[in-house]
């Protein structure tokens, strides 16, 4: 993600500052916190600047600070409020996508690492690996609720495991893509494709509600997250934008794009607390 440099946009006096997470020059900006599609606004607040690449997963704490996954380093950054360093784990394996999961615990993914097909639990006080889950396949995007985790299982589909049991169920069999991210609101799941440019809506069971398909206005989408009103906000890598797409998948807008600095963004994550992106 590069600088956005200058974004004029209209500002609400209810607002949620939002931080990217694309290349990891991290700006904040502002959508409004509403579920009318037509109030979501934006406004840059500011820029982080980091010496963290290729990352493929975000997550924030309730103290404002960010997590951030690597995967070509192997490695989890936390970095403070701020935009400075806190500390890196850097010697648990292969890491792809990582959710806060409470209590200052994290679960990471692993990605398609054909040897490390585990989710890591990590307490980000003690800064060790406190459990590991052991699963049947890649595990690439996850999402976090009710004490389990959501996970894109490449051929194996969506996959559910429990924090507690580690018993895992299917929610759907329809193969995900290679950078599938997913999340979830209420009694809905959202994931992305990036492959057929797609983003759909399904329930608990894999019954597919709606599928969002413009491609003009949104490609090679790979990361998603949503907002406390159900709102998706998409990040295009080949659009080179952002868009914000409605609880029932019927409308959309176009938040940022390649005129406000956005170049190939890849992730793009929600703090519900804090409102923040």
Known sequence: MKTFGKVVVNSNACGVSIQNKGNIQAPKIVPSQSNKLDEVSVNLKHTIQTNISNVRGCTFLPDS?????SYINNQVSVLKPDGSADFDLNTIGPVWDVVYIGDNYVAVTSGDITNSKKINIINVENRNVQKVLNVTSANDGVAFKDGKLIYCAREQGLKMISLSDKSIISITTNKMSSQANVDSKGDKLFYSNEENHTVNCCDFHGKTLWTFSEPSALNFP???????????????????????ISIDGQRYRQLLSKKDGLDCPKLWE?????NKL
């Not at 600070?65 to 996954?69: Q, S």
């Open 65 to 69: 600070k960010m997590i951030f996954a």
């Open 222 to 244: 790979c990361s998603l997250s949503v907002d406390n009103d159900g709102n998706v906000f998409v990040a295009g890598a080949l659009s080179h934008n952002v868009i914000v």
């Open 270 to 274: 929600y703090d519900r607390t804090n």
